[in-house]
């Protein structure tokens, strides 16, 4: 068994090994640091994940680093001993190729440093840029915010500008959660979110065997109970009648309003275009002229939803606001977006005042309009297959399991047809404005059914 070596020392260039005592954390415990002096100037090198108590440190005073005391200190020694060899055999190495031994070479070896070593915020920047054109706009959106919302943490932990995978441990993990819970106050199925998004970040590092252990391995991430739920008919009325004055406000409240009448997703609605909306060939006995032809951005299949009295009347309200370009131009007119771009966060952050000023006390989300739009047919004795298919469900198990709460309800298909229960009549068509929309639509349609 070979001694343990307490420091390296050929010609110009000594290295050993001392302990931070300047730099003791809270946890009672100092930073061990490499020692280099080359030609007297003097360099200090951080040791990963190498820490102790002062108290158990020898100093010079013995062959060994660390005292006895020191649990399992046989082990910590000969780690040390390992690294001190290793040193010496690199620059051994150097000397016998009659290279120059500087500061930044050995600092490189001792950091283990090659040009594939990056920190974890490049490589977390590298994963989005290979990543975006393969997922959603949305998805890409929420990677991104995780990576603003770890870079806070890291400043607020006030942890190294360079922080490599190897220091992502379940340590990390744990504080990370910590933080989130009791400093930002995230929710359930927020704190969800962002493991999901860091540990599928830590799924790709060990893939590409950059680090060794995965830190979610013995880390469970529980995620929260649905908490989107319908709203009544008579609540829905409520917002959809609701005095605003904030402009803000009042879009936010158009797109939930329309979300409770057609069913879509928040990023459905928020993308959808005038060119996803088509016109029957022929006026409808029950006056409902207009319908939604839409791919679904979560299940990439089509969705076709006929369009009743109140969201039609919601398109017209942005139908009016067009400029006269997007108006002339066919081709521009069929790609521009219905409703500004409200995030999904501000969408649920005014929604939740939107309650308030209606008198709602539920947790008011984008999504609790698709759960109003289900619960809505279902009162209304539309057949689960028939639902299924508005809401682009591919099977009617998901929708009476996420949506529909059948207990309540007796489902009989009285109304095959959704386009049945229009309330409106082809005799309200009397607004001029309504009906240039449709002659409009009309004229420039590309689809007739």
Request: net charge positive; hydrophobic share 35%; glycine share 2%.
């Given at each position: ?108 070896f001792l950091l283990n440093i090659d040009e594939d070593r990056i920190t974890f915020f490049e490589f977390y920047e590298r994963y989005i840029e290979r ?104 609540e829905r009325e409520r917002i959809r009648k609701l005095p605003i004055e904030n402009e803000k406000l009042d879009i936010v409240r158009d797109i939930f ?193």
């Open positions: 068994m070979r001694k343990f070596k307490r420091s390296v020392t050929n010609n110009n260039c000594s290295v050993s090994l001392i302990l931070r005592t300047d730099k003791e954390k809270k946890n009672g415990k100092c930073p061990i640091n490499y020692f280099v002096n080359i030609n007297g100037v003097r360099r200090k090198v951080p040791l990963k994940k190498k820490e102790i108590e002062k108290k158990y440190w020898l100093g010079n005073r013995s062959s060994n680093y660390i005292k006895k005391t020191y649990p399992n200190y046989i082990i910590f020694n000969k780690q040390l001993s390992d690294l001190m060899f290793d040193v010496e055999n690199y620059i051994l190495a150097m000397e016998n190729n009659n290279e120059v031994i500087t500061h930044s070479k050995i600092k490189k990543v975006e054109k393969k997922l959603k706009d949305n998805t890409i959106r929420d990677y991104k915010s995780s990576l603003r919302v770890l870079k806070e943490f890291v400043k607020y932990k006030k942890y190294s500008n360079e922080l490599y995978l190897e220091d992502i441990t379940q340590l990390f993990v744990e504080e990370y959660e910590e933080y989130l819970l009791y400093i930002r106050k995230n929710k359930p199925n927020s704190l969800y979110n962002r493991h999901k998004n860091l540990r599928a970040i830590l799924n790709r590092a060990l893939k590409e065997k950059r680090i060794d252990e995965h830190p979610y391995q013995d880390f469970t991430v529980v995620k929260g109970d649905k908490v989107d739920k319908a709203i009544t008919i008579t309003v329309f979300c409770c009448y057609t069913g879509l997703r928040y990023g459905d609605a928020i993308n959808l275009k005038w060119g996803d909306i088509k016109v029957f060939e022929k006026f409808h006995s029950s006056g409902v002229n207009l319908y939604i032809e839409h791919v679904q951005e979560k299940v990439v299949a089509p969705v076709f939803i006929p369009i009743l009295d109140v969201p039609q009347r919601i398109l017209l309200k942005y139908y009016a606001k067009l400029n006269k370009i997007e108006n002339r131009d066919k081709d521009k007119f069929f790609i521009t977006k219905i409703f500004p771009h409200v995030l999904n966060q501000t969408m649920n952050r005014r929604l939740k005042k939107i309650a308030v000023m209606a008198d709602i006390n539920i947790n008011l989300t984008t999504h609790c309009g698709r759960h109003t739009f289900a619960s809505a047919l279902s009162t209304k004795g539309v057949d689960v297959a028939t639902v299924s298919v508005l809401m682009g469900h591919s099977s009617s198990h998901k929708t009476t399991t996420g949506y529909i709460d059948y207990s309540k309800y007796d489902p009989k298909p009285l109304i095959p047809e959704i386009i049945k229960i229009s309330s409106i009549n082809r005799k309200r068509y009397k607004d001029a404005k309504e009906l240039k929309l449709l002659k409009k639509l009309r004229k420039m349609k590309r689809m007739d059914v």
